[in-house]
């Protein structure tokens, strides 16, 4: 993981997380090995932080076909 992709992961907001893990296409380096991992953590941190209410308003307003 650089340094470039754990700061941009670790400022990232969950609306950000979350539609970059929608939106990115297949073999995005932020999802491979030692950086996906860390971004799945967060991101699993962050979606229990807002809670299921806060994840699903979130899901709805990225929707699954707006580009980033």
Known sequence: ???????????ASYEQLLAHWRN??????????????YYAN????????????GHVKTSKKIGWDKAQ
């Open 24 to 37: 990115a296409p297949a073999g995005d380096p932020m999802f491979i090995g030692n950086t996906g991992k």
């Open 1 to 11: 993981m650089t340094d470039e992709q754990k700061r941009w992961i670790d400022n």
């Open 42 to 53: 967060v991101m699993k941190g962050r979606r229990e932080a807002i809670g299921n209410e």
